[in-house]
């Protein structure tokens, strides 16, 4: 049986890069674009607001804000900051939520003067900058934009803001880390961490900062010493080093261990083959850095890693567009995987998937799985959860 093709909450008039959850409002930021290539396909951050109508998830436009000859490849979210990753740079933005006031003396469909919910605006194109709810207004403001890559061809793949958003720290197509010092955004520390693209980035206790790399290297980083190099597959003899590499890193709480953590990369192969051999995911001790457990998760090659808030749930993306989501616990996928039209370029938890094809512009959309989602601000009542048994 083919894979279940997940609803299709918001499609956007250009290919989808990065998608991001406000942790305290029901909001949704998504972005992407054309980039500098003149094919008409316009570059934009969207903010979407996600309600609960009729028990389904809906999400409505807000906002289109217009990021000119740039798209946004990479986005890290701090309250209502985001740090947006466009070509070369790394573009600070902020951006505010209004809600007006609704007019004294107004009458609602009844004539009795009500001030009952207003209604909404019928359909417009995407990406024009209009608003689709009534009940809320965004502005967005820029505030720094500071290069982060100096390769020739300079792409800026990573960005993370620390615990208390004191520090951002960015990867990108040289494999230099730099940290830089928020809100100033002066650069603090600038180094050599591989020899090749920086694939992903994740900030653990203790300012320990963990980079996944093309280099085949996942390394553990306090300042610009080098802590440990991880080898996932030092208890797997039959698998050679080169065989695959590091694609993505992310650390997660632990269920019922308050204060714990665990790390989480995926390896994927370096060579596609006819017959692919599988990703795998392997989980780590977050303060020895040894690893815990290694399972194999799929042929598809992942692309993008998110853990739940709670470190119960891990949800996979693929570069075929299906979607699977796993236990931490165990790394077993219990759920059926999901499928969207194309890529599965990023994602945030709640699982949502930012699909996306550069080619094929009008295939992009965001696809959450509403038996999984959960939005901020929201009691878990109102969402149906599905029942899990630990084995």
């Known amino acids: 049986m083919a ?26 930021i998504t972005a992407g674009g054309g980039g500098a290539a003149k094919t008409g396909i316009r570059n934009g951050v969207h903010f979407l607001q996600l309600e609960q109508i009729g028990g389904q998830l809906s999400a409505s436009l807000l906002h289109s804000h217009d990021t000119e000859t740039r798209a946004t490849m990479t986005m890290a979210l701090a309250d209502d900051i985001i740090a947006a990753g466009q070509d070369a740079s790394c573009h600070i933005l902020r951006f505010s939520l209004q809600v007006p006031e609704a007019k004294s003396g107004s009458a609602g469909r009844n004539g009795s ?21 009534q009940t809320s207004e965004v502005t967005v403001e820029s505030l720094h934009s500071v290069r982060t890559d100096f390769s020739p061809d300079a792409l800026q793949k990573a960005v993370r803001f620390n615990a208390d958003c004191s520090l951002l720290v960015t990867g990108g197509a040289d494999g230099f880390l730099r940290l830089w010092e928020f809100p100033s955004m002066k650069k603090t520390l600038e180094f050599k961490a591989h020899d090749g693209e920086i694939e992903d980035i994740a900030l653990g206790p203790d300012n320990k900062v963990v980079t996944a790399g093309r280099d085949f290297q996942c390394c553990v980083w306090q300042q610009d010493q080098l802590v440990t190099g991880l080898h996932w597959n030092e208890n797997l003899p039959g698998i050679p080093d080169k065989a695959y590499r590091y694609q993505a890193c992310r650390f997660g709480a632990v269920e019922d261990n308050a204060g714990a953590l665990r790390l989480y990369t995926v390896q994927v192969p370096h060579k596609r083959e006819r017959r692919p051999p599988p990703c795998y995911l392997t989980k780590w001790d977050g303060k020895s850095f040894l690893p815990l457990l290694t399972r194999p998760c799929g042929n598809e090659v992942i692309s993008c890693l998110s853990i739940s808030d709670s470190g119960t749930f891990l949800g996979l993306g693929t570069v075929t567009g299906s979607v699977a989501i796993h236990i931490a616990f165990s790394l077993q996928a219990p759920f059926p995987s999901g499928c969207c039209c194309c890529s599965v370029l990023g994602s945030s938890w709640p699982p949502s998937y930012c699909c996306s094809s550069p080619s094929r512009g009008s295939c992009s959309s965001l696809a959450l799985p509403s038996t999984m989602m959960e939005p901020p601000g929201w009691p878990a009542s109102a969402v149906p959860r599905p029942t899990l048994s630990r084995l």
């Open 3 to 28: 894979p279940r093709r997940p609803a299709e909450l918001y499609r956007a008039p250009f290919p989808l890069y990065t998608v991001r959850l406000h942790p305290r409002r029901p909001l949704a």
């Open 113 to 133: 003067g009500e001030k009952g919910p207003r209604k909404r605006k019928g359909p417009s194109p995407a990406g024009q900058g209009d608003t689709q709810s």
